[in-house]
């Protein structure tokens, strides 16, 4: 089935955000884990899978619109200390969240419903679970001090 070329780019687009975003999880999740910080590696794993799935279903979608995916994820650089590392990561999700959008609005001018329902499922995942958390790991900082949340986080 043909894909409209806008979406299809938009989608190539979103792909290579995605694939960095995996990336980006990847390396914090290994760096936590090095640190003996256990829950700040558990969970951020399992972000970085979730971050690979979002990838192969925007994948599989521009196949299905006869598109060719663009697999070079986007450039970013790891953060160095957990304050950095927490925000880095929130700052992607934000900027994960504002390109869904856009890319919702583009795929209902076009009319790509089912592309739209993908997306929007990764919107609610991103605002609701991946953005919620972090805002809540850098709260918890404030409230807490760095000393006491990292000690919370080195238990398994």
């Known amino acids: 089935m043909q894909g409209h ?3 299809i780019d938009c989608l ?6 995605e694939l960095a975003a995996r990336d980006q999880y990847f390396i914090h999740s290994r760096q ?35 598109g060719k995916p663009d697999m070079r994820p986007h450039t970013f650089t790891p953060g160095d200390t957990v304050q950095q590392m927490l925000r880095q990561d929130l700052d992607t999700e934000y900027a994960v969240q504002k390109n869904l959008k856009a890319a919702i609005a583009l795929c209902e001018t076009h009319r790509d419903y089912v592309s739209r329902a993908m997306l929007l499922a990764q919107l609610r995942d991103t605002e609701e679970d ?3 958390w ?3 790991q ?11 949340y990292l000690q919370s986080q080195a238990e398994a």
């Open 134 to 136: 972090l805002e809540k």
């Open 12 to 17: 190539k687009e979103l792909l290579r955000g």
């Open 5 to 7: 070329p806008d979406v």
């Open 130 to 132: 991946h953005a919620y």
């Open 32 to 66: 936590y884990e090095d640190q003996g910080f256990v829950r700040l590696y558990e969970r951020l794993d399992h972000e970085m899978q979730e971050e690979t799935q979002h990838a192969d279903a925007i994948l599989r979608r521009i196949l299905v619109l006869e």
């Open 138 to 148: 850098i709260g918890l900082i404030d409230k807490l001090g760095l000393q006491n």
